[in-house]
Every structure is written in structure tokens, then in C-alpha cells.
């Protein structure tokens, strides 16, 4: 069953106890609020397996999300699927076409240029407020990441060191003691998924590059050096910004009339 596929992820977001908090002050029967418990919880845990897909790549942009099939494929019924759906809309993963369907969102150069001016801030900042509480705790699984995308470099895994950067900087944001700046990170971070994959494909020195930049943020967080850390970090996400132009610029000449669908393709 899903719920069985799903244990054990890190990636689940659904809070149940909040839910079943919120669902105390409705008017409502004990059997209806069971029931919005459990429904809540089941478009949640149908949301992440959608994104994850997303966000590894195994949907790409323009695909097709067609609400039978995932409703099969994780033996659930299709309002968890059409909500979840509503859900990855918000999100800005995914695009609702009025008598099409639901597609796999396109994102255009432009516009992840602004989520990395966006991305910049916000990790910057998250650097600042890690730096003065971090603990070795905290340390030991930032250094664990470093160790993954070492391991995923040397094996020559783009896949897992994509993996291993994103928990990096989720890990950086989701222990910096602000809940709101980590609810808009989440947001923009699966939207900037593909393009970080493209940018560390174009050169083959560029998981070396982006390795080095990550341990110097790991180093700077370490010595509880906020102003290094933060400064650090706005150029490593900087670099990532002018690796994702360097995988797209030079084949950009191969966009069809598509327009931003052909050049998202690309990003893949």
C-alpha cells in the first residue's frame, strides 16, 4: 500500500497532530472529523511522492499528470489525487490547462533567475541565524551531505549528488529557527530542481566547483563565522545561478517557436 511505500521518507510535510487540532474546532461529527484527518493526510502523502518525482526528474516539464493513473498507481482514490494536485498548483510545480489537464510546470531562465535572487536572500539569512546556535548535531548531518555528494562525485551519481545538495541547503534552512523563511524556501526550492541538475551536467568540473563551495560554507558554519558564511553562500548560490545560464545559453539557438516549454526541456 502507499502508506507503506511512503515510510520512513523524509520528505513528508503533513503535520497530523495539526490537523487533527484544527479538525477540534469545527462543527462537526467525531466520524466526519476522522475522516478529515485521514483524508488530509493521504493528499499530503500523495503530494510529496508527486513532487519528489518532479524534483528528480523522472517527470519532466510538459508532462502530463493524469489523475486516473496516479490514483492506480498509489492504490488511493482520485480526490486525494485532485487535491494533491491542487496542491503542486500553489506550489508552482505544476499548471491546470482549462479542457487539457494538469502539466508539469515549465519555468523560463528569466523567472529562475528571480527565484535564485529570492533563493540568495533567503540562504544568506539562514546562514546568519545557523551560525550563532548551530550544534554538533547539526554539523555532524551537514557533514554527512558533504560526505554523500563526495561519495556521489567519486561514483560519478549525478543524480545522488543532486540528492545529497539539495538536503545541504534544506538541511541549512530547515535548522536556522525560523519557520516562515523555511516555508517560502520549500516553495522555490522545487522549482530551481531542474535547473540545478542541468548547471552541474554542463562542465565536468562542476560537482568539483560546487563540492569545494559547499565544504567552505561547512567550514565557515563550524566556526560560527556568520558574516564568512553568509558571504560564502550568496556566491555559491550565485555560481549556481551562472551554471544554469552556461547549460542553456549555448543550446538556446535550438529552442523551437515552443518558446519557454522547448527551453525547459532542455533544463531536464
Excluded at 516553495?187 to 563551495?213: I, K
Aim: some cysteine; overall charge negative; hydrophobic content about 45%.
Amino acid at each position: 500500500m502507499f502508506r507503506e511505500v511512503c515510510r520512513g521518507r523524509h520528505t513528508t510535510h503533513v503535520n497530523v497532530a495539526n490537523i487533527v487540532e484544527m479538525t477540534e474546532n469545527m462543527e462537526i461529527d467525531s466520524d466526519d472529523r476522522i475522516e478529515v484527518v485521514r483524508r488530509h493526510s493521504l493528499t499530503a502523502l500523495v503530494r510529496d511522492e508527486i513532487e519528489r518525482h518532479i524534483v528528480d526528474g523522472k517527470l519532466a516539464p510538459g508532462d502530463k499528470l493524469n489523475e486516473a493513473d496516479w490514483a492506480a498507481r498509489l492504490q488511493v482514490s482520485r480526490g486525494p489525487v485532485r487535491e494533491a494536485f491542487r496542491a503542486l498548483e500553489q506550489a508552482g510545480l505544476v499548471r491546470n490547462e482549462k479542457n487539457r489537464g494538469v502539466f508539469v510546470r515549465t519555468v523560463s531562465l528569466a523567472e529562475a533567475d528571480e527565484i535564485y535572487a529570492v533563493r540568495a536572500v533567503l540562504e544568506e539569512a539562514a546562514c546568519r541565524m545557523l551560525a550563532s546556535r548551530i550544534d554538533a548535531a547539526q554539523l555532524a548531518a551537514l557533514r554527512a551531505h558533504v560526505d554523500a555528494m563526495r561519495a556521489a562525485l567519486d561514483a560519478g551519481d549525478h543524480d545522488a549528488y543532486a540528492r545529497a545538495n539539495v538536503a545541504f541547503h534544506d538541511a541549512i534552512v530547515a535548522t536556522a529557527g525560523n519557520g516562515k523563511l523555511y516555508e517560502t524556501y520549500r516553495r522555490l526550492v522545487g522549482e530551481l530542481s531542474l535547473f540545478r541538475r542541468a548547471a552541474l551536467g554542463v562542465r565536468s568540473d562542476a560537482m568539483e566547483r560546487s563540492l569545494a563551495e559547499h565544504r567552505a560554507i561547512l567550514s565557515a558554519l563550524a566556526a560560527r563565522n556568520a558574516d564568512k558564511a553568509a558571504q560564502l553562500m550568496l556566491a555559491h548560490v550565485d555560481g549556481g545561478r551562472q551554471r544554469a545560464h552556461e547549460a542553456v545559453e549555448p543550446r538556446a539557438s535550438n529552442v523551437t517557436d515552443e518558446g519557454n516549454d522547448g527551453l525547459s526541456a532542455l533544463l531536464a
